[in-house]
T-cell receptor
Framework: GNSVTQMEGPVTLSEEAFLTINCTYT??????LFWYVQYPGEGLQLLLK?????DKGSNKGFEATYRKETTSFHLEKGSVQVSDSAVYFC?????????????FGKGTHLIIQP | DAGVIQSPRHEVTEMGQEVTLRCKPI?????LFWYRQTMMRGLELLIY????????DSGMPEDRFSAKMPNASFSTLKIQPSEPRDSAVYFC?????????????FGEGSWLTVV
């Protein structure tokens, strides 16, 4: 079956530090990959996505590259801000599975200190 | 365009009471999903609909939970009777077939506390 594994954290960084949140996946088909972000007290928002191998998704200074050879979709940001503090979820949608909902990782709680 | 709209945003209820959560998906979307989020179990898919028809309810925890979608613009998730272990955030989400990557869009969630 499909699964997503990501570092759970919490991950605590200082402002302007470099961020990497690792995400690896297993899937039966050719999945699309997503990062969602959940700010305190809010719902999940799509941060970025990639639909095929070697695609790079980017938004708000965050990037992730779809690496089929390593089955990974690591999230990176060159300089984090306090406002980036949130929970980040890696997810996949398996096109081979048709209409299934997303398979989520457990989420990584990111804390950015001033 | 309006996003996925859920109500109520917050609900506190006593054990044994019936709880009804409501969702209005994004107009034109043909898939609707109900997820539950807890600290212990993370995000779990409870049930999803395609064109108002339930497709997979294998994630529904037990018979106390039921979901309906009487039309393309409205769905409910009902818990009867509610128990303290049902306390969680319940998310509704929707998707349009054929959109890039099958992106799913989430509502703000309904934060349920059963005491």
């Amino acid at each position: 079956g499909n699964s997503v594994t990501q570092m759970e954290g919490p991950v605590t960084l200082s402002e302007e530090a470099f961020l990497t949140i690792n995400c690896t996946y297993t899937a039966t088909g050719y999945p699309s990959l997503f990062w969602y972000v959940q700010y305190p007290g809010e719902g999940l928002q799509l941060l970025l996505k990639a639909t095929k191998a070697d695609d790079k998704g980017s938004n708000k200074g965050f990037e992730a590259t779809y690496r089929k050879e390593t089955t990974s979709f690591h999230l990176e940001k060159g300089s984090v801000q306090v406002s980036d503090s949130a929970v980040y979820f890696c997810a996949l949608s398996d096109s081979g599975g048709g209409a299934d909902g997303l398979t989520f990782g457990k989420g990584t709680h990111l804390i950015i200190q001033p | 365009d309006a996003g996925v709209i859920q109500s109520p945003r917050h609900e506190v209820t006593e054990m044994g009471q019936e709880v009804t959560l409501r969702c209005k998906p994004i107009s034109g979307h043909d898939y609707l999903f109900w997820y539950r989020q807890t600290m212990m179990r993370g995000l779990e898919l409870l049930i999803y609909f395609n064109n108002n028809v339930p497709i997979d309810d294998s994630g529904m925890p037990e018979d106390r939970f039921s979901a309906k979608m009487p039309n393309a613009s409205f769905s409910t998730l009902k818990i009867q009777p509610s128990e303290p272990r049902d306390s969680a955030v319940y998310f509704c989400a929707s998707r349009l077939t054929g959109n890039s990557g099958n992106t799913i869009y989430f509502g703000e969630g309904s934060w349920l506390t059963v005491v």
